[in-house]
């Protein structure tokens, strides 16, 4: 019997891989205009992490998490429940606290691209293990970090990123879920509600009217929609100071040029958010439209026992993300197939080949090598299949003259090259994936 790869998990193929790594590229590029670093974390943490960040009544950490007891394996070792991170923003403020980043001058801006894990049911677009490629700003209040300047500086980068790839059809959607102090009013509110609807609907629902009635906005169920509809909103709520900082997120994205719609429904699934809450839909993509999703998360820091330290962030699902820029077939831009193809031809030549290739190579040529055993016909028969237009051909008196016959596929010429001209020759520019166009 095969093994194959777990069910909602995948492996990602060339040449996909280069658009992926051309994403992450470009996505490291407007980071860099927006003074944001990186920051990795593990994959695994402890699973109170999630527990106490995420939330206990979340969907994520009921139902999603993978985690697992993990042994002590010497007396010194205690035994540990560990989870893979179904997020990062978790792991990223169990780093602020435990490097004291605070002492750092300024904001923390501070991103991540890698792997997250959840058990969802798989379907297009929604995988358990996925990529996000996500931003953090974290700081002491002192330096800014509740401003609404930031939740409009982060929202305005998201649209510059998406245009950089050409990504239209997009909808940013914000609401503002209001801070604790404005919270209990309206659960209390949200409990008053339920207690009257709850018990005709789902057995999910009929547990978080209990344990936080927020994560009611959370399900899915068609049959439970129409009652979830008549509940009050959080807008109805917010205090006078969320309500300001909402007003001025909305002033500065208007004068920006950030479109945007607010939906007061919009609460996030995840317990850690405060205030301002996002997320980009995308046209192209079916059921799973969330492209990104974000938002504030004042209380965080406190909650994992750290200072007051106020942030907001947003992580892009890159699996949809590169779903949304096939579909609009910006692929072409992406490619990087081998610009030349060397040919040994006879007994000896894979040595002079070998040091040919790389020398083309220092001098920035994509080199695909072939082999003294093929003959000519199989040499340029390989190099047309991988897309390649130009064959390089490593002969015994090619060597002996240090001239080398290049032969072009497309119009089937062929040249004689001096060794020194030969990078130039053989090399083709290409939008953005070489040495021509960085
Ligand atoms: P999230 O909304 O749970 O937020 O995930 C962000 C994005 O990750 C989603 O909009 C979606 O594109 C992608 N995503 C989530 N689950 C899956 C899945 N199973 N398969 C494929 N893509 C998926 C967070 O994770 C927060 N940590 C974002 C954040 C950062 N908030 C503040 N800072």
């Known amino acids: 019997m095969t093994i194959k790869a777990v069910r909602g998990t995948r492996d990602l193929l060339p040449p996909e891989t280069e658009l992926w790594n051309r994403v992450e590229q470009t996505a490291r590029e407007v980071f860099a205009l927006y003074s944001f670093s990186e920051i990795r974390t593990p994959i695994f943490e402890d699973t109170q992490l999630f527990a106490r960040g995420v939330g206990e009544s979340t969907d994520v950490v009921t139902k999603e998490m993978y985690t697992w007891d993990d042994k002590a394996r010497a007396q010194s070792e205690k035994g540990q429940s560990l989870t893979l991170r179904p997020e990062n923003t978790a792991g990223v ?18 991103y991540y691209i890698g792997p997250q ?51 239209k059809d997009w909808t940013l959607v914000i609401n503002s879920v209001g ?34 009635p927020l994560r009611v906005f959370d399900c899915k169920v068609p049959e439970d929609q129409p009652i979830i509809e008549t509940l009050p909103r959080i807008s109805g709520f917010l205090n006078e100071v969320d309500r300001k900082h909402f007003e001025e997120v909305q002033n500065i994205l208007r004068a920006t040029g950030v479109p945007f719609v607010i939906n007061d429904r919009l609460v996030r699934g ?7 809450a996002f997320e980009f ?11 990104l999703g974000g938002g504030r998360y004042d209380g965080l820091s406190e909650a994992l026992g750290g200072p007051r330290a106020p942030g907001i962030g947003f992580a892009i699902g ?35 080949a070998a040091k040919l290739a790389q020398e083309l190579r220092a001098a920035g040529v994509r080199v695909e090598l072939g082999d003294e055993s093929f003959r000519l016909k199989k040499s340029f028969e390989t190099a047309e299949k991988l897309g390649i237009t130009k ?9 002996a003259s240090d001239q080398f016959a290049v032969k072009d596929l497309q119009n089937g010429e062929q040249e004689k090259v001096e060794r020194r001209r030969l990078a130039d020759r053989v090399h083709i520019p290409q939008q953005g994936a070489d040495r021509g166009a960085s």
């Open 93 to 110: 403020m169990r780093a602020y606290i435990e490097h004291k980043l605070w002492d750092r001058p300024g904001l923390q801006k501070l």
């Open 117 to 167: 894990f959840r058990r969802e049911r798989p379907a297009k677009g929604r995988f358990r293990q996925f990529y996000q490629i996500g931003a953090e700003v974290i700081g002491p209040p002192s330096a800014g970090s509740e401003s609404p300047a930031r939740d409009a500086e982060v929202l305005e980068m998201l649209v510059t990123l998406l245009k950089r790839f050409g990504i």
């Open 179 to 212: 801070s604790p102090s404005s919270r209990p009013a309206y659960n209390e509110a949200l409990q008053k509600a339920l207690s009257g609807v709850v018990d005709r609907m789902c057995s999910d629902c009929q547990r978080r009217a209990v344990t936080n």
């Open 270 to 276: 995840l317990d850690y958010y405060t205030r301002t």
């Open 281 to 291: 839909t995308q046209g192209s993509l079916g059921a799973q439209n969330a492209i």
């Open 318 to 352: 890159e699996d949809r993300f590169v779903m949304a820029l096939a579909a609009g077939q910006e692929r072409a831009n992406f490619d990087s197939a081998p610009q030349a193809y060397i040919a040994p031809l006879g007994e000896g030549m894979n040595v002079p």
């Open 391 to 399: 064959v390089v051909i490593v002969g015994e008196s090619e060597v």
